[in-house]
């Protein structure tokens, strides 16, 4: 909230009090969105479909005992899930947002490595 609340004040291009809110409480800026035609994107919906089954069999996981195992799922299956949702609901109002949350963050042998790649950090740094 804090870096969005900065976004707000350095950039000229948000104004009016309806572009300010939306900026604000979107999850991804929304100075990197662009129009596009209104329409259900059938491979979020897809992408959607497979890592929210990923989250629930690590629901499982962790029930039966692969607690690690199962976390590791439930947290990459439901915020990849998450991102998904909210790029077919963007879809659906008639915007893109671009690009994915991350490129392949398995492939990462560091944090640093992870947010240093160019566009992985697109969406979490306010300072772009």
Known sequence: MLLRTIDLYRD????????RLWHQFSAVDTRLLRPAPRRINGRLVATFACW???????????????????????????????????GNGYAMLGYT????????????????ELW???GRSRFVSGCR
């Open 12 to 19: 000229p291009r948000l104004v009016g009090t309806r572009r």
């Open 52 to 86: 929210t089954a990923v989250g629930i069999a690590g629901i499982f996981a962790a029930k039966a005992g692969a607690r690690w195992a199962g976390g590791v799922l439930i947290a990459y299956g439901l915020v990849e899930a998450l991102w998904a949702g909210i």
């Open 97 to 112: 947002t671009g690009q994915s949350l991350h490129r392949l963050p398995l492939a990462s042998r560091t944090v640093g």
């Open 116 to 118: 240093a790649s160019a």
